[in-house]
């Protein structure tokens, strides 16, 4: 079963923003736009195919913890109709993506597969030059 997760162990935050290059591609960049012009994050590279778990193209927004408060509500109401997957970083990139996420909109599916059950793990297979501190989610 794992340890009880303790709000103290979520280090920061992954926004995953979801969109099709050919159709939605527009309504991400006025999403990601209204973001950077509101909030202190880092806005990771657009990936028009899928990498990592993820199935879709995307764009990934990491956040301080501090900023969940703003930042969510904000995505909750101008996410333009994109699908938006938030998880934790708690050093268990498995469990973050699988049970201690949330989603905005669609719900999508993820490559479980390609999830290492610690961020060591991560690093050891993907390498930090992939997607920062090895994170599979490849920013």
């Not at 050919?22 to 309504?27: A, E, Q």
């Not at 049970?99 to 490559?111: D, F, S």
């Amino acid at each position: 079963m794992g340890e009880a997760l303790g709000e103290n162990r979520i280090a920061s935050y992954h926004a995953h923003i979801y969109y099709d290059p050919d159709s939605s591609r527009g309504r991400a960049e006025r999403v990601r736009e209204g973001i950077a012009s509101r909030f202190p994050v880092r806005l990771g590279r657009w990936h028009d195919r899928p990498v990592g778990p993820h199935a879709r193209a995307m764009f990934q927004v990491a956040f301080e913890t501090a900023e969940f408060a703003t930042l969510v509500p904000w995505l909750m109401l101008h996410r333009d109709g994109l699908a938006v997957f938030i998880h934790p970083n708690t050093g268990r990139p498995r469990e973050d993506h699988l049970k201690h996420a949330l989603w905005l909109g669609a719900v999508l599916p993820l490559k479980a597969d390609v999830l290492p059950e610690t961020e060591t793990e991560t690093e050891a297979e993907v390498g930090p030059e992939a997607g920062g501190a090895g994170h599979p989610s490849a920013a």
